[in-house]
């Protein structure tokens, strides 16, 4: 199996000592540190392994991210997202919408027909991931980051979302992070 590096120089080899790494900014339980950094326990495997490549490929910029993935090949990629996506997904308590926001957040989700790919419920399936209960801070910033382009591994989601005002995606991230 391929040996991957770390910034603190640790050399890991097993599929679990790999997942421990993630699990430094991810979380023990499910449930990471940081507000900002996304939930990936119970996440749609199809999904998480387009991100680990899009990271790998430079698709996808995260400094962090970058220098986690460049040493691993394709079988440490699925077997990462096959990892993680079997474990449960945690909650995290995030507060619901208010009335205001979620009457908001729905509006702008059916113009966008955002359950067309997230499904209902926002749950996700396969490739498209699950939103409902993701991070807020982190859903914000996706889609902040979608819109202006800084995120561009994506360009339907980029065109999708240039669309929407600030307070647009804020509604939208208040209520999928509650649900």
């Known amino acids: 199996m391929p040996l991957i590096g770390s910034s603190s120089g640790?050399?890991?080899q097993s599929l679990e000592e790999k997942a421990?790494?993630?699990?430094a900014c991810h979380g023990e339980n499910g449930v990471p540190q940081d507000p900002a950094t996304p939930v990936i326990w119970g996440q749609h495997e199809g999904y998480l392994y387009i991100e680990l490549r899009d990271y790998k490929r430079g698709n996808r910029k995260n400094e962090q991210m970058s220098a986690i993935v460049e040493g691993l090949e394709r079988d440490d990629l699925l077997a990462l997202a096959a990892y993680f996506a079997k474990k449960?997904?945690?909650n995290l308590s995030q507060?619901?919408?208010g009335s205001d926001d979620t009457t908001h957040?729905?509006?702008?989700?059916g113009s966008a027909q955002c359950p067309q790919c997230h499904l209902n419920g926002y749950l996700?399936?396969?490739t498209q991931p699950r939103l409902a209960g993701q991070n807020h801070d982190y859903l914000l910033k996706t889609m902040q980051d979608f819109r202006s382009g800084a995120r561009a591994n994506n360009d339907w989601m980029t065109a999708l979302l240039q669309k929407y005002s600030d307070d647009d995606?804020?509604?939208?991230?208040k209520y999928l992070a509650g649900l």
């Open 10 to 12: 640790a050399v890991s």
């Open 20 to 23: 421990q790494l993630c699990s």
């Open 88 to 90: 449960p997904w945690p």
């Open 95 to 97: 507060p619901r919408a």
């Open 105 to 109: 957040a729905e509006r702008v989700a």
């Open 124 to 126: 996700g399936d396969s």
């Open 169 to 173: 995606i804020g509604a939208l991230a």
